[in-house]
């Protein structure tokens, strides 16, 4: 579940789409081509502060991903084109996986976690340290990305400094190219921004663990960002990795603005 999460935070997941969202997009998930989930984002951004939804889950790929389901969540504040979190909540039932993350933020600092069950083998895990939690986002916040300057190569080369309620980590990104694309109902038709993407393992992991080694290793990772109207963000519109069993690939089918 892993691979699946970092590949795009939120993307394997579904919500029943809201009619006032700002934006809409349904996504699926491949597997070596074979499609294991779909998901929607609903994501509503103004002047007073923006909220984005999600829920849904995934189907069994062999030992590697299980069948799933969940639902997260967060709202907070605009301040300056950027987004301020202020809750998160995730609710996550799996087949090796049950449980929630609860989250209260304030200007990019953590103020209350609670994660039940809580984390096992905490001895064998890298401490979070208050100096953690300080300037950070929620992994779903993170997936609507500031760009004033809008489809230029610097909307591109930024980090992400991350914490999901149990693991700080960062995701570096960096220019690639710029392409065209378009998602299959046809509503985007246009220029993306292609971002390279590399995972940094910070707190709260267990370093000898194979899975956090090859993701810290894994130089395949790319994001295609969109842009959401005429506002200064973009979302991703396709996130993919070459994974130890093959390509993992998220990719956006729907893509439907306001009004």
Not at 86 to 105: C, F, I, Q
Not at 108 to 125: E, F, L, S, T
């Amino acid at each position: 579940m892993r691979l699946v999460s970092l590949v795009f935070g939120v993307v394997a997941l579904s919500v029943t789409p809201a009619s006032s969202a700002d934006l809409y997009m349904k996504y699926k998930l491949f597997a070596v081509g074979l499609p294991i989930g779909s998901g929607v984002v609903n994501v509503d951004i103004n002047d007073n502060g923006y909220s984005i939804e999600a829920s849904g889950g995934t189907s069994a790929f062999g030992k590697l991903v299980s069948d799933g389901k969940g639902s997260v969540k967060v709202h907070g504040g605009v301040n300056g084109g950027g987004l301020a979190p202020k809750s998160y909540a995730l609710e996550v039932k799996s087949d090796d996986e049950n449980g929630t993350v609860s989250m209260k933020m304030r200007k990019g600092k953590i103020d209350k976690v609670a994660v039940n069950p809580p984390q096992d083998r905490m001895n064998q895990r890298i401490k979070v340290t208050p100096e953690h939690l300080k300037n950070v986002l929620d992994p779903l916040t993170a997936a609507v990305f500031p760009a004033p300057k809008g489809l230029s190569p610097e909307s591109c080369n930024r980090t992400l400094e991350l914490y999901d309620g149990k693991e700080r980590y960062n995701v570096h990104l960096s220019y690639k190219s710029r392409r065209k694309a378009k998602t299959s109902d046809g509503r985007f038709n246009g220029d993306v921004l292609v971002c390279r993407a590399r995972y940094e393992p910070i707190a709260g992991h267990r370093p000898k663990r194979k899975t956090i080694q090859e993701l810290a290793k894994n130089k395949s990772m790319e994001i295609w960002l969109a842009p959401v109207g005429d506002k200064p963000y973009l979302v991703p519109l396709r996130a993919s990795m070459n994974a130890p069993f093959g390509p993992l690939v998220v990719q956006a089918e729907k893509y439907k603005l306001k009004g």
